[in-house]
């Protein structure tokens, strides 16, 4: 069976969840970085028309958030999840898509 599962997120609550829902017999592995600092609150986006999301997206938003260290974040997640068995995800994240 599973012994480690790896979790890219931008969700702590996310990981929080899935960890708990793994229960004890699994280790889940995501990495430590604060995406507030690149990507707003959580689920900002949320909901949104693609329209309306776009106006919080990294290019556009007002409080100029550090473009190289949200890439240098994908790029970690990339290297986490480069190890993977196997990889699930939603269209809807653009990791997901970069994998898919």
Known sequence: GL???RVASDSPAA????TATMGG????EALRF????VGGPENATLGLTFA??????????PDAPDAALAAAS??????????????VGTW???LSRLAI
């Open 34 to 37: 604060d995406r507030r600092a």
């Open 92 to 94: 809807e994240a653009t």
């Open 74 to 87: 994908l790029l970690a997640d990339l290297e986490h999840l480069a190890s993977c068995d196997a990889f």
């Open 15 to 18: 990981i929080r969840e899935f």
């Open 52 to 61: 309306a999301a776009q106006a919080k997206f990294i290019e556009t938003r």
């Open 3 to 5: 012994g480690t599962v």
């Open 25 to 28: 017999g699994v280790a889940v």
